[in-house]
């Protein structure tokens, strides 16, 4: 089995999302869809073949408040507004086929990070479509989100533990993965002062989060290591942005640039996708 793994990165998952249009273009689909935080949360519309669906969303949605902003820390604790992402878009601004999401063939696996062990967590993504809980709690990053309450536990961002959920892939069947980085070649991750601090913060409601958090650089670079390793055995093949995205990109003309980027890499990696996938 092939499964495609997708990597976070808030808005550097355009580059992710224009991929995932070129895999919907080719009519290229895959039994085992997993990720984490914005990777996977784009590949909803993957899964429900809504071309172009999250660059839409971004070309309405980046600059208004209701999506990102200050305020919505009073409404919901949260830099991003939970309520108006996961419920009042898919429901009712830019509709999300539910239909086609459900009835596709693919397995659709969210990577979370337990609030309680500090360990990854895989959900089925097909059991919660009704709040999108799974979702919220894949791109709950700390002290930009609250942490998600799933079933009376407490989740954050999957990409804290698993940065890129291959190995559960790996777990779940998959002997072959495209993985989608948001990366590019060469990047070292780095354990940055806001990590820092938030593990001061976070460790006195969740102590176990502490360790997640300064330890994520480091389990960042191995994994990266470790797909390196899968790569050079024929065993997973790896697409990255050629430049470095900006996360918080707010000029939509660049997040456009982003997106186009993965899809004509995509479309220009035709014949070496469809001969990996092939068993």
Known sequence: MVGLVLEGGTF?????????????????EFPYVAGVSAGISNAASYVSKQFGRNIEIFRQFRNDKRYVGIGNYKRCKSLFGLDFVYDEIPNSLIPFDYNAFHSSSSRFVVGVTNAVSGKFEAKD???DTEKWQFLRASCAIPGYFPPIEIDGGYYYDGGLAQPVCVRQAIKDGCNKNVIILTQPAGFVKKCGKGNIFMSQVIKRTFPPMEMALLARHRVYNSQMKFLSELEKHGKALI??????LDSFQSDVKELERYWKMGYDMCIENKEKLFEFIKE
Do not use: C, N
């Not at 550097?12 to 290229?28: N, V």
């Open 12 to 28: 550097r998952a355009t580059f992710s999302a224009g991929f995932m249009d070129g895999l919907i273009e080719l009519g290229i």
């Open 125 to 127: 993504g097909k059991t």
């Open 239 to 244: 697409f990255r942005p050629t430049e470095k």
